[in-house]
């Protein structure tokens, strides 16, 4: 399973805009790119995913550059609910697969937003 | 739909002493999982399975045994309950998908808190 480095901790305030850049360099060819939200005392909750360039949704975006080594979430706007854990994981998309739906969280990043 | 439940939501253990944990999912997923999160600590994979009948280790699988006799529950079994085993326990099901679609989303549970004395 791919390991991913992420910043311990980032600061913002209220309206900016913040960019988590999660790195995996030995990501492989069926590995797809996932980011989680943890809040205290909650199980972990599905945000964005990607395999490559950029995927968009209502809440975040994500960029995956050609070599796919490292990958931005993107949280437009932040508000003081999107204090939280964020974690980048990366798993194998192929359903046959040996390492299929086996994700591995690392301490991920503790995103503290201020008003 | 409930989604995915816990039951129960807290328990206290003594050392030596034995417990299940159950897991229900309302959504007819086929992957189910259980991971442990330590204090300041991601989420650690104990077991997992990827149907019904059928579990595989994970991460950290010693001192757990883990069972899916039904698609849309899964147990984790603390044998004999040891302090090391204090955490909180999350479990979490995905559906199955094909790696040309977009990779299956895992949905948590509640999680259970466990103190083991």
């Known amino acids: 399973l791919a390991k991913t480095t992420q910043p311990i901790s980032m600061d913002s305030y209220e309206g900016q805009e913040v960019n988590i850049t999660c790195s995996h360099n030995n990501i492989a060819t069926n590995d797809y790119i996932t980011w989680y939200q943890q809040f205290p005392s909650q199980g972990p909750r599905f945000i964005i995913q990607?395999?490559?360039t950029k995927v968009t949704n209502e809440v975040a975006s994500l960029f995956i550059p050609a070599d796919r080594k490292s990958s931005t979430l993107s949280l437009p706007r932040v508000s003081l609910s999107d204090t939280a854990v964020y974690y980048c994981l990366v798993g194998d998309g192929n359903a046959g697969g040996t390492s299929y739906g086996k994700l591995t969280f690392g301490q991920g990043t503790i995103l503290t937003v201020h008003p | 739909n409930a989604g995915v439940t816990q039951t129960p939501k807290f328990r206290v253990l003594k050392t030596g002493q034995s417990m299940t944990l159950l897991c229900a999912q309302d959504m007819n997923h086929e992957y189910m999982y259980w991971y442990r999160q330590d204090p300041g600590m991601g989420l650690r994979l104990i077991h997992y399975s990827v149907g019904e009948g059928t579990t595989a280790k994970g991460e950290v699988p010693d001192g757990y045994n883990v069972s899916r006799l039904k698609k849309q529950n899964f147990l984790l079994g603390l044998e004999s309950a040891a302090p090391s085993q204090t955490s909180v326990y999350f479990c979490a099901s995905s559906p199955t998908s094909i790696w040309w679609e977009a990779y299956n989303e895992q949905f948590f549970g509640p999680g259970t808190r466990l103190t083991v004395l």
């Open positions: 990607g395999y490559k």
